[in-house]
């Protein structure tokens, strides 16, 4: 299996030879973590020892931890889970573009630092469905965006328990979409999008079979005999909000309900509320990935919602006229990752292929380091606006480690106006006080942030920042350096 996952992942090429289709790695992860700590490493969850990794990373989490206490220690300092995830892809070259907690949901998503000036119009929302809806530990988490001008989003959910309620759990689904809503024109619903993709601990069970023979199936490994009576393959035979949702095979064992730090499903005796011996968990496939591609029909192609298309992307009809801007999408991979025991769910994970025709190629703004940088004299950047877009005064240039986390995590920043020194219709350039730039120096980028955007539009190549001559001289050693040196030397 693991060789499969290599080979799904490493089938993926950057640009097509014909240069008119660019082909795109995701990697999707669900996972309920049943309020468990993060494992000591993720490598083999996100597959890391794959030559070609993906261009993106979407991580879904259901029951993160969320006791109060740590709910606001969470939001002050990012949540455990975030940071081992940050930690293992950051040195590898991605970020984390956006995420959205919303108490046990947690969903993150990492890209390549190359593809980022080219991720646009990130929103983030989220839905409450536990307690009539006043409570948020059922419910759905979402992050949209525009990738290279095509509108994603990214769906994360925890849905109703238990056999009973599959109904219940299509209409919490239906809720959800009704109830998310977006602040952009072209796309404010979920199903807006041209790509959706919709997974979490959905929480359907496998109807009518007898524990015995679900489990003959699972270790006979002839799991096709129980996909007719799986809830979720059932409802979407006659719910219409379903149909157009895409899965791959279930080729793998049901993922709910193992015995914690096992392989073996459900061993315990459930007690009732009166003390009475309850049922077993049956095996279920409750931790699912699925996708919907909007129909070609009704596309009204909401490309680029910062107003940065170049070309108008709205499709004529198919057998009128060629789609300009193209889109398919196929899932390489799926299956579970069985190695991982701390929680009473297995991880899910799919891998995707994406192939699309870029509704822009250049990033908005271009950012570069000009001179010699060092802390022993103040240092000079240079930017030039590639195409007309909404500037503001609160726009910022943003000094990062090379293999930086996040937008947040840089080592100093400069206003884009505050501290401009001289401009032409076409170059600005602004500077930075010495005191700022690290003393140790360091591989370095430079990232240009949009904050009517929301996100980084530019980003420089790597440069040296030479350390300083002066810090030498003096014997100065890093524990005696600033707070901003500490954090290069880490």
Same mark, same amino acid.
Not at 43 to 71: C, M, R, T, W, Y
Not at 103 to 115: C, I, N, P, V
Not at 152 to 166: G, I, Q, R
């Given at each position: 299996?693991?060789?499969?996952?290599?080979?799904?992942?490493?089938?993926?090429?950057?640009?097509?030879?014909?240069?008119?289709?660019?082909?795109?790695?995701?990697?999707?992860?669900? +996972?309920?973590?049943? *309020?468990a700590?993060?494992?000591?490493?993720?490598?083999?969850?996100?597959?890391?020892?794959?030559?070609?990794? %993906?261009?993106?990373?979407?991580?879904?989490?259901?029951?993160? $931890?969320?006791?109060?206490?740590?709910?606001?220690?969470?939001?002050?300092?990012e949540d455990?889970?975030?940071?081992?995830?940050?930690?293992?892809?950051? %040195?590898?070259?991605?970020?984390?573009?956006?995420?959205i !907690?919303?108490?046990?949901?947690?969903?993150?998503?990492?890209?390549?630092?190359?593809?980022?000036?080219?991720?646009?119009?990130?929103?983030v929302?989220?839905?409450?469905?536990?307690?009539?809806?006043?409570?948020?530990?059922?419910?759905?988490?979402?992050i949209?965006?525009?990738?290279?001008?095509?509108?994603?989003?990214?769906?994360? /959910?925890?849905?109703?328990?238990?056999?009973?309620?599959?109904?219940?759990?299509?209409?919490?689904?239906?809720?959800?979409?009704?109830?998310? *809503?977006?602040?952009?024109?072209?796309? &404010?619903?979920?199903?807006?999008?041209?790509?959706?993709?919709?997974?979490?601990?959905?929480?359907?069970?496998?109807?009518?079979?007898?524990?015995?023979?679900?489990?003959?199936c699972?270790?006979?490994?002839? @799991?096709?005999?129980?996909?007719?009576?799986?809830?979720?393959?059932?409802?979407?035979?006659?719910?219409?909000?379903?149909?157009?949702?895409?899965?791959? &095979?279930?080729?793998?064992?049901?993922?709910?309900?193992?015995?914690?730090?096992?392989?073996?499903?459900?061993?315990r005796?459930?007690?009732?509320?009166?003390?009475?011996?309850?049922?077993?968990?049956?095996?279920? +496939? /409750?931790?699912?990935?699925? +996708?919907?591609?909007? &129909?070609?029909?009704?596309?009204?192609?909401?490309?680029?919602?910062?107003?940065?298309?170049?070309?108008?992307?709205?499709?004529?009809?198919?057998?009128?006229?060629?789609?300009?801007?193209?889109? $398919?999408?196929?899932?390489?991979?799926?299956?579970?990752?069985?190695?991982?025991?701390?929680?009473?769910? $297995? %991880?899910?994970?799919?891998?995707?292929?994406?192939?699309?025709?870029?509704?822009?190629?250049?990033?908005?703004?271009?950012?570069?380091a000009? =001179?010699? +940088?060092?802390?022993?004299?103040?240092?000079?950047?240079?930017?030039?606006?590639?195409?007309? @877009?909404?500037?503001?005064?609160?726009?910022?240039?943003?000094? @990062?480690?090379? =293999?930086?986390k996040?937008?947040?995590?840089?080592i100093?920043? *400069?206003?884009? $106006?505050?501290?401009?020194?001289?401009?032409?219709?076409?170059?600005?350039?602004v500077?930075?006080?010495?005191?700022?730039?690290?003393?140790?120096?360091?591989?370095?980028?430079?990232?240009? @942030?949009?904050?009517?955007?929301?996100?980084?539009?530019?980003?420089?190549?790597?440069?040296?920042?030479?350390?300083? !001559?002066?810090?030498?001289?003096?014997?100065?050693?890093?524990?005696?350096?600033?707070?901003?040196?500490?954090?290069?030397?880490?």
């Open positions: 299996m693991e060789d499969d996952l290599s080979q799904a992942l490493n089938s993926f090429s950057v640009e097509e030879k014909d240069g008119k289709m660019d082909t795109f790695g995701l990697y999707v992860v669900t +996972w309920n973590v049943a *309020t700590e993060p494992p000591e490493d993720v490598n083999s969850l996100l597959q890391l020892n794959s030559l070609k990794k %993906p261009d993106l990373f979407v991580i879904g989490l259901q029951e993160v $931890k969320a006791a109060p206490l740590k709910i606001v220690t969470d939001l002050a300092f455990s889970w975030s940071h081992l995830f940050m930690n293992t892809l950051a %040195p590898l070259g991605f970020i984390k573009v956006s995420s !907690r919303m108490q046990g949901l947690l969903l993150l998503l990492f890209s390549k630092l190359e593809h980022v000036p080219f991720i646009r119009d990130i929103q929302t989220y839905t409450r469905t536990g307690l009539y809806g006043y409570w948020g530990n059922k419910g759905g988490v979402s949209r965006l525009s990738f290279y001008g095509h509108m994603l989003c990214f769906l994360n /959910c925890h849905l109703t328990a238990h056999m009973n309620y599959a109904s219940q759990r299509v209409d919490e689904f239906q809720y959800i979409l009704d109830a998310q *809503t977006f602040d952009t024109k072209n796309t &404010p619903r979920i199903l807006d999008h041209k790509v959706v993709f919709w997974f979490g601990d959905l929480n359907f069970r496998i109807e009518d079979h007898g524990m015995l023979f679900v489990r003959e699972i270790t006979s490994q002839r @799991y096709n005999l129980l996909w007719p009576k799986d809830q979720l393959t059932m409802m979407k035979q006659k719910e219409a909000s379903l149909q157009k949702f895409q899965e791959g &095979p279930l080729d793998f064992q049901p993922t709910y309900k193992f015995d914690l730090h096992s392989d073996n499903y459900d061993t005796v459930q007690k009732t509320w009166f003390g009475f011996n309850g049922k077993k968990r049956k095996p279920a +496939w /409750c931790d699912r990935i699925l +996708w919907r591609v909007k &129909p070609k029909s009704s596309l009204s192609e909401d490309a680029d919602e910062d107003d940065q298309n170049q070309e108008d992307p709205k499709k004529q009809p198919e057998e009128h006229h060629k789609d300009e801007f193209p889109l $398919k999408l196929s899932q390489e991979f799926y299956t579970s990752k069985m190695e991982y025991s701390i929680s009473d769910h $297995k %991880p899910v994970i799919g891998i995707f292929r994406l192939e699309l025709r870029k509704i822009y190629k250049t990033p908005l703004v271009q950012v570069c000009e =001179g010699e +940088w060092s802390a022993d004299f103040d240092a000079l950047i240079t930017y030039s606006l590639l195409q007309s @877009y909404p500037s503001s005064a609160w726009d910022w240039i943003g000094l @990062y480690k090379v =293999g930086f996040s937008a947040s995590d840089y100093t920043y *400069t206003w884009v $106006k505050d501290d401009q020194v001289s401009f032409t219709d076409e170059l600005f350039q500077y930075v006080n010495k005191d700022e730039i690290p003393v140790l120096g360091g591989e370095c980028v430079l990232c240009y @942030y949009s904050s009517s955007l929301q996100c980084i539009v530019g980003i420089s190549q790597p440069f040296k920042v030479q350390e300083s !001559r002066a810090a030498i001289e003096e014997g100065l050693v890093p524990e005696n350096i600033n707070k901003l040196d500490e954090t290069v030397a880490s």
